[in-house]
T-cell receptor
Framework: QKEVEQNSGPLSVPEGAIASLNCTYS??????FFWYRQYSGKSPELIMS????GDKEDGRFTAQLNKASQYVSLLIRDSQPSDSATYLC????????????FGTGTRLQVFP | EAGVAQSPRYKIIEKRQSVAFWCNPI?????LYWYQQILGQGPKLLIQ????????DSQLPKDRFSAERLKGVDSTLKIQPAKLEDSAVYLC?????????FGQGTRLTVV
């Protein structure tokens, strides 16, 4: 089973700070990477996708991908208490399917 | 655009009973996934359909779980008989290509 690993946290950051969430994956051939946000008791919500090395920015969110290091990260700038949630990293392994393998998630707490 | 619809939202059953969950994906999405999410863990893929064919069911406990996708649209996931360890949220997701969109999930409690 191909693996996706995340630190479970919690990661605690003050309001206004940058939150940095990290994810590593085992399948070197993986091509597509996603970040989902999951509020307690709710279902995962897609917030970012990234397919090529480098950075991709969307509002306060920046996804970073380094395929050589098998590493993908999510930066949240100007963190808000409303960003407090579990962030799930998902990877599409290189096996000619569209399946998504999820990590266990990192719980983020933003305190005022 | 309507999202992924799932029912029921909650279900409590006794062990050894059977249960079924229903999912209606976003219109036009060819891929449908069923995930199991145990509290504190990430979603675990149970089965993936492409239209009405199974792409991956390697982690589906086939002695008790079954799933079908009728005419490439709606899908049902069944558990028979249920065990205590099946208590989880069952998430259905659909995708046009690779970005998956989730329904609200069904929270199953087996007592």
């Amino acid at each position: 089973q191909k693996e996706v690993e995340q630190n479970s946290g919690p990661l605690s950051v003050p309001e206004g700070a940058i939150a940095s969430l990290n994810c590593t994956y085992s399948d070197r051939g993986s091509q597509s990477f996603f970040w989902y946000r999951q509020y307690s008791g709710k279902s995962p919500e897609l917030i970012m996708s990234i397919y090529s090395n480098g950075d991709k920015e969307d509002g306060r969110f920046t996804a970073q991908l380094n395929k050589a290091s098998q590493y993908v990260s999510l930066l949240i700038r100007d963190s808000q208490p409303s960003d407090s949630a579990t962030y799930l990293c998902a990877v599409n392994p290189w096996d000619n399917t569209d399946k998504l393998i999820f990590g266990t998630g990192t719980r983020l707490q933003v305190f005022p | 655009e309507a999202g992924v619809a799932q029912s029921p939202r909650y279900k409590i059953i006794e062990k050894r009973q059977s249960v079924a969950f229903w999912c209606n994906p976003i219109s036009g999405h060819a891929t449908l996934y069923w995930y199991q999410q145990i509290l504190g863990q990430g979603p675990k893929l149970l089965i993936q359909f492409q239209n009405n064919g199974v792409v991956d069911d390697s982690q589906l406990p086939k002695d008790r779980f079954s799933a079908e996708r009728l005419k490439g649209v709606d899908s049902t996931l069944k558990i028979q008989p249920a065990k205590l360890e099946d208590s989880a949220v069952y998430l259905c997701a659909s995708s046009p290509l690779m970005e998956a969109f989730f329904g609200q999930g069904t929270r199953l409690t087996v007592v």
